[in-house]
């Protein structure tokens, strides 16, 4: 049994997790849908703010039944079919969900019942929607990107977090400094932009909650997750060329979320 202070965590801990992190995962489908709209980042007036209307089936537009809304079991019980007009959901509606669960369950068993582990799975949650929203637009919104900023330094300065104030500091201006370095240097050499500004914002972001030191090995993993993205595109019948638009925002989340679960494993380096 693992215990965390006075509280013994059992299963139902766990499976109060996974629960509430399907359920904040499923409010992130609706976020992923109609943030970059409501932010106005794409044109598109038709998927409503970010509470109104109910959920609604993107292809026949009707509202979708609460019964219809359970996180996953929906998706498994409706065969991954609009009830409605038969329309396939896509396939991130139950894969957001479950990294919610998976992140739910995550950031208890690394960080107990604590300040930490609530903090833990907002990082993973923005991280999740950030990895989604750029996927399909192309996006880092700073309306996620910065308050996560805001959130990380916060964190750091009341010592609830593993950096210095100072190091988290370094971190934003590092982070961002050396993204746009290198867009710099990519729009004198090649005449396009290599990063956007967007990812510049999130790797300042992943320094304020983890300081400076950590920014290497993350870029460095980033680099890695998506040479194995452009792999498998490409294996896929992609075809990717010098000139094609990589969104880099989902390799560098799953590189942070890679290094908050290296922090809770108290890997050496990210403890
Ligand atoms: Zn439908």
């Not at 965590?9 to 509430?20: D, E, I, K, R």
């Not at 598109?44 to 109910?54: K, N």
């Not at 990380?152 to 201006?173: E, K, P, S």
């Not at 590189?255 to 403890?271: D, K, N, Q, T, V």
Request: charged fraction near 10%; proline fraction near 5%.
């Amino acid at each position: 049994m693992e215990s965390s202070g006075a509280m013994t965590l059992n299963w139902v801990f766990y499976v109060t997790a996974a629960a509430f992190g399907a359920v904040i995962g499923s409010f992130l489908n609706v976020l992923i849908h109609r943030g970059p709209a409501f932010w106005k980042l794409v044109d598109d007036e038709t998927r409503g703010d970010l509470i109104s209307p109910r959920s609604y089936c993107p292809s026949c537009r009707k509202t979708i039944r609460s019964v219809h809304l359970i996180p996953l079991a929906s998706y498994m019980m409706l065969g991954g079919k609009c009830a409605n007009c038969g329309a396939s959901i896509a396939l991130r509606y139950p894969l957001v969900e479950l990294a919610g669960a998976l992140s739910g369950v995550a950031a208890l068993a690394l960080f107990g019942l604590s300040m930490e582990a609530a903090g833990v799975f907002f990082f993973f949650m923005v991280m999740i929607a950030l990895a989604a929203i750029d996927a399909e637009t192309g996006y880092l919104p700073d309306m996620l990107t910065l308050p996560l900023l805001i959130i990380g330094i916060i964190a750091n300065a009341f010592d609830l977090f593993n950096a210095t104030l100072g190091g988290a500091v370094l971190g934003v201006i590092i982070g961002y400094g050396a993204f746009r370095l290198v867009d710099i240097v990519f729009l004198k050499l090649r005449g396009i932009e290599g990063l956007g500004q967007g990812d510049a914002k999130l790797l300042a972001a992943i320094g304020a909650w983890f300081g400076w030191p950590v920014l290497p090995p993350v870029v460095f993993l980033a680099a890695i997750f998506a040479l194995i993205g452009v792999g498998i595109a490409s294996l896929r019948g992609a075809k990717i060329g010098k000139e094609t638009p990589v969104p880099f925002g989902p390799a560098l989340a799953a590189a942070a979320a890679s290094a908050m679960i290296a922090h809770g494993l108290r890997l050496p380096y990210f403890a």
